[in-house]
C-alpha cells in the first residue's frame, strides 16, 4: 500500500476510531508509525489553520519534543531544526507551554483573540518565533516536503500501518 494511501485510510484524525489513539497511555510512541503520522499531522493543521503561534498556544504543542523527533525519523531535518530553534526561543524569552494556555482563562470558547492580546509583553517572542517559523516548509522555498517524506516512511512501515488503523478501526 502507497503511502498516500495509508494517510487516507486514517482518515479524520479527529473523530473516532483515530481520536482515540492520542487517549492511550503509549501515546506518542515515536515507535509507532501511526503516532508518527498523526503527530506530523496535527502540527501541519495547526499550523495552516493559526500559524506557527497559535501551535504554541495549542494543546499540540505539548507534545513539541515528540514532534521534532517525528519530523526527523522521516527526514525532514530542516522542520526538525527549525522547531528546535523555535524552543530555544522559548526558552531564552522565559516563554512556556503552560505559561501560554494560561493566558486563555478567562476567555470564552469560541472568542477571537490575537497572540498580543492574550499575551501582553511578549511581543518580542512573538517577533522572534515568527521570524524563524518563515523557514517553516509552509512559507521557505526550500522544497522540503514532510508529507512526501511521511507517505515513504509509511510506505516502509505499511504492514505495522495496517495493524494499527485495523486495531482502531
Same mark, same amino acid.
Given at each position: 500500500?502507497?503511502?498516500?494511501?495509508?494517510?487516507?485510510?486514517?482518515?479524520?484524525?479527529?473523530?473516532?476510531?483515530?481520536?482515540?489513539?492520542?487517549?492511550?497511555?503509549?501515546?506518542?510512541?515515536?515507535?509507532?508509525?501511526?503516532?508518527?503520522?498523526?503527530?506530523?499531522?496535527?502540527?501541519?493543521?495547526?499550523?495552516?489553520?493559526?500559524?506557527?503561534?497559535?501551535? &504554541?498556544?495549542? #494543546?499540540?504543542?505539548? /507534545?513539541?519534543?515528540?514532534?521534532?523527533?517525528? =519530523?526527523?525519523?522521516?527526514? $525532514?531535518?530542516?522542520?526538525?531544526?527549525?522547531?528546535?530553534?523555535?524552543?530555544?526561543?522559548?526558552?531564552?524569552?522565559?516563554?512556556?507551554?503552560?505559561?501560554?494556555?494560561?493566558?486563555?482563562?478567562?476567555?470564552?470558547?469560541?472568542?477571537?483573540?490575537?497572540?498580543?492580546?492574550?499575551?501582553?509583553?511578549?511581543?518580542?517572542?512573538?517577533?522572534?518565533?515568527?521570524? &524563524?517559523?518563515? #523557514?517553516?516548509?509552509? /512559507?521557505?522555498?526550500?522544497?522540503?516536503?514532510? =508529507?512526501?517524506?511521511?507517505? $515513504?516512511?509509511?510506505?516502509?512501515?505499511?504492514?505495522?500501518?495496517?495493524?494499527?488503523?485495523?486495531?482502531?478501526?
Amino acid at each position: 500500500m502507497t503511502g498516500e494511501e495509508l494517510l487516507k485510510r486514517i482518515g479524520n484524525p479527529y473523530e473516532e476510531p483515530i481520536l482515540t489513539v492520542r487517549k492511550h497511555p503509549s501515546w506518542p510512541n515515536l515507535g509507532n508509525p501511526l503516532h508518527v503520522a498523526l503527530l506530523l499531522i496535527d502540527f501541519d493543521t495547526e499550523l495552516n489553520m493559526n500559524g506557527i503561534l497559535g501551535f &504554541l498556544e495549542n #494543546s499540540t504543542r505539548a /507534545y513539541l519534543d515528540q514532534t521534532v523527533d517525528a =519530523f526527523r525519523i522521516v527526514g $525532514a531535518g530542516q522542520t526538525a531544526t527549525t522547531l528546535n530553534q523555535i524552543r530555544d526561543a522559548m526558552q531564552r524569552h522565559s516563554v512556556s507551554y503552560l505559561q501560554l494556555r494560561s493566558d486563555f482563562q478567562g476567555t470564552s470558547e469560541f472568542q477571537i483573540t490575537s497572540f498580543s492580546q492574550l499575551h501582553p509583553g511578549r511581543e518580542d517572542f512573538a517577533d522572534a518565533v515568527s521570524e &524563524l517559523a518563515d #523557514s517553516l516548509y509552509l /512559507y521557505d522555498k526550500s522544497g522540503e516536503s514532510p =508529507f512526501l517524506l511521511l507517505e $515513504a516512511y509509511l510506505e516502509k512501515h505499511s504492514d505495522e500501518m495496517l495493524v494499527q488503523l485495523s486495531t482502531v478501526a
